[in-house]
């Protein structure tokens, strides 16, 4: 077994990130409040505050008075203190955000042709100046950039391996912004970043194992969160949903033939852009089995082919699907449509940034 031993200066630095992400999730609360939730002393919290308010990511509230009658004084999380520019290739749009996911600009952009790498960060780099002469941000308020695209990533690295959407393989994303737009580089599946998008709002992040399944035209593809860790996978192939093999011929842009998404995008050609009955078997299928293995407590089904539906397709498939589910009985499973892709990708992209430049292990 290996052991990580923390610098101190590492272990201080995971110590103010746990408190940030605390306070993010469940502020306003009270100094009190932490110390005796994240079992941290009074000391290690008022130092870690007041460093937090030094950087501006935390601010008062107020004073509000506690059950006891007593005077306590408030804090919660600044987004509004940090923007990132960002990116959602699935709706091509632009944005400038805070740490907290308010938007304060954004702008679809269009490509008349699939770009290229270089041709790709001009467009964004170009998009960001205009930005930048608008005065939407101080210069110090500026992290970087984060980006969603579909295709097999390494988050650590900012690289794409490969996109068979884009038809790019090894690109060095970071290196195309180097030295051309402040800050840090982060880049991520767009699965993962909806995902984000999900988890972050409502309750969804008290589950411990949660899904995210992409039903779109650009592909079909599972995002996980186990126990608030987005999975990769050894490879950075997690979640390759859309190329699982059925008996058909139909050819796919990986080069091999009867993949789920291939002849689900040829069934929709066919049926003259309607989701039909068969369409929605596989859907169930391919989800009902992903499930069963996974054992996970909330699923959420999104993309271009979720929006089509109708209420009563929606319930259909939902059902269908639980249909499938072995020992549902004995599940406690939630799962649901959601018609608010872009929405939820503008989110998530600002829900991952935060998780990027504040760590907690």
């Known amino acids: ?16 990130n746990n408190l940030l992400h605390y306070v993010k999730k469940s502020g306003p609360i009270s100094r009190t409040d932490i110390w005796k939730r994240m079992d941290i002393s009074r000391a290690s919290v008022t130092q870690l505050v007041q460093q937090l308010q030094s950087q501006n990511l935390i601010i008062e509230t107020g004073r509000s008075k506690s059950g006891s009658g007593r005077k306590q004084r408030y804090i919660e999380f600044n987004g509004a203190s940090h923007k990132m520019f960002a990116f959602d290739w ?21 490509f008349d042709r ?5 041709e790709f960060a001009d467009a964004l780099v170009a998009e960001a100046g205009h930005v930048t002469e608008m005065g939407l941000y101080a210069p110090e308020e500026l992290q970087g950039i984060v980006l969603a695209l579909p295709g097999l990533i390494n988050c650590e690295t900012a690289s794409l391996l490969y996109s068979a959407k884009l038809h790019w393989q090894n690109v060095d994303i970071a290196q195309l912004f180097c030295n051309r ?12 970043i909806m995902m984000l998008g999900v988890y972050n709002s409502g309750e969804s992040w008290k589950e411990s194992h949660f899904q995210l399944f992409i039903m779109d035209a650009d592909g079909i593809g599972v995002s996980a ?3 608030g860790h987005c999975q990769h996978g050894m490879n950075f192939m997690y979640g390759e949903l859309g190329h699982i093999k059925l008996h058909s011929s139909v050819p796919c842009s990986c080069g091999q033939h009867g993949c789920l998404e291939a002849v689900i995008s040829d069934l929709f050609e066919r049926s003259g852009g309607r989701i039909t009955p068969e369409i929605l078997d596989h859907l169930a299928n391919a989800v009902s089995t992903t499930i069963n293995i996974s054992d996970v407590g909330e699923a ?13 397709q929606s319930d259909a498939l939902v ?23 872009r929405q939820l990708a503008c989110a998530g992209l600002s829900a991952y940034a935060f998780d990027r430049l504040f760590p907690v292990g």
């Open 300 to 312: 959420i089904l999104v993309g271009s082919y979720i929006d089509m539906l109708t209420r009563e």
């Open 225 to 227: 969160i186990v126990r």
């Open 114 to 118: 699939l770009p290229q790498p270089g």
């Open 181 to 192: 737009i402040p800050g840090k580089v982060f880049i991520e599946r767009t699965g993962n």
């Open 319 to 341: 059902e269908r699907i639980r249909g499938q589910v072995t020992c549902l009985q004995q599940r406690n499973l939630k799962i649901q449509c959601a018609h608010n892709s």
């Open 90 to 110: 699935t709706s091509r749009m632009f944005y400038l955000t805070n740490l907290s996911g308010e938007v304060l600009y954004e702008k679809a952009l269009s």
């Open 1 to 16: 077994m290996q052991y990580t031993f923390l610098s101190h200066m590492e272990a201080a630095v995971r110590n103010r």
